[in-house]
């Protein structure tokens, strides 16, 4: 098995497909909301760490503004559903996580962060056409912001 990371992902790019298990034991499959809604991918580290608990607290308070501009948004980390299943019960959080445990789709999307073996801090949004129309990667220790994510969901209509 190659462990190989791609370029990381750029406005344009094809976004590459992937199935992955939410916190449910589910599969989630990128290409299934083609045609669909908009995909929020918001990559993020580790479970439990200060930084990311306050980020996806932030995406489940604007659920509703994300709900209302046709995004599905999704947390991607290295963690495992076990793990995401008790950190969005702590939390209450009303998106789903993803479990990328093999690190493929991180490495996929050039977002896999070597020295800690596990994603960077990254959104990408995914339009209906399976394009990437948003990518941002931000310090490991930086929260993202979710104004900036909605206006670029408004823009894709």
Known sequence: MSTDVAPEVKVGDVAPDFTMKDQDQNDVKLSDFKGKKNVVLAFYPLDWSPVCTGENKCLTDDFPSFESANAEVFGVSTDSFFSHKAWAEALDLKHRLLADMDRKVSKAYGLYFEPLN????????????????????????????DKDILEALKKLG
């Open 118 to 145: 596990c994603s960077k801090r990254a959104t990408v949004i995914v339009d209906k056409n399976g394009k990437v129309a948003y990518a941002k990667v931000q310090e490991i220790k930086t929260a993202r912001d």
